[in-house]
């Protein structure tokens, strides 16, 4: 089974529909990148996934779990209530271009936030798990510095701690070094496709072509859209 199972999914804002009955599957324990032109609806469909936004259309299952909306068996679409959109969502973690820290809290203060407020564990331990976090990014040095006094790849890797912190079942990436300059990636990519070695199942939306192209075990090419192609790296990368 799939880890995530997209089916005829679409995506309008107001008029405009910006993805048109995506199918994909998201294999349990690789690495897909998501590549294509700017605009041609990469980000929305990773904001669907994490639930982020509202597919206007089809369907999304986690673990085969359906996300947000099921379809009965008479054909219908229909919302699923907050409590079981809230317990799938919570196997999925996301990683953003903008990486949308707290600045008034150190590292180890973002990494640990969620797990006193939402995961309600006591402050020592989230403490412990935050710090293990940390030091699988290779920060735990930095645990008591603020995000002003980091740098950004170092920032990144706090965000990236502080989604695994909450031990998601699949993680999401939208661009996580796009804003990074270009000394700084690599430390990103390198913490990334660790992750990818000890088998968690990631989507990444990314520019990074060479990234893509030998960590990513599946492509996803789009296109104003539409999935137009969607393999292995030999398969996706090979001239025609
Ligand atoms: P990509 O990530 O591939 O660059 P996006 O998913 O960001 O593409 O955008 C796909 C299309 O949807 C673009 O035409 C974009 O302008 C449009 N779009 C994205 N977000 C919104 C929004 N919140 N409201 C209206 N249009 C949007
Ligand atoms: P990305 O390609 O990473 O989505 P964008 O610069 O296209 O980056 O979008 C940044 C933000 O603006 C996103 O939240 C997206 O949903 C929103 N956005 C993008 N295009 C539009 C649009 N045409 N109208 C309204 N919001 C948009």
């Given at each position: 089974e799939p880890a995530v199972s997209i089916r005829g999914l679409s995506k309008s804002y107001g008029k405009t529909?910006?993805?048109?009955g995506i199918d994909l599957e998201i294999a349990r324990g690789a690495t897909t990148c998501l590549i294509g032109?700017?605009?041609?609806g990469k980000s929305t469909l990773l904001r669907c996934i994490a639930f982020l936004e509202e597919a206007t259309g089809g369907t999304i299952h986690v673990n085969g779990r359906p996300l947000g909306f099921e379809e009965r068996p008479d054909g219908k679409r229909v919302r699923l209530g907050p409590q079981r959109i809230r317990e799938v969502r919570s196997g999925i973690g996301m990683v953003f271009?903008?990486?949308?820290?707290?600045?008034?809290?150190?590292a180890l203060g973002n990494v640990t936030e969620a797990l006193v407020t939402?995961?309600?564990?006591?402050r020592k331990n989230a403490e412990e798990r935050g710090m293990a976090q940390l030091r699988h990014v290779g920060l735990e040095a930095r645990a008591h510095h603020y995000p002003s006094e980091l740098s950004g790849g170092q920032q990144q890797r706090v965000a990236i701690a502080r989604a695994l912190a909450l031990e998601p079942k699949i993680l999401l990436f939208d661009e996580?070094?796009?804003?990074?300059d270009p000394e700084l990636t690599g430390e990103v990519l390198n913490v990334m496709r660790k992750l990818g070695e000890e088998g968690m199942t990631m989507v990444v939306v990314t520019h990074e072509i060479g990234f893509a192209a030998t960590v990513g075990q599946r492509i996803a090419f789009l296109d104003h859209g539409r999935i137009l192609l969607n393999g292995t790296p030999g398969e996706v990368f090979s001239d025609p």
């Open positions: 529909e910006v993805l048109h032109p700017s605009g041609s271009q903008q990486f949308n820290l707290w600045p008034h809290m150190t939402v995961r309600r564990l006591s996580p070094t796009a804003s990074l």
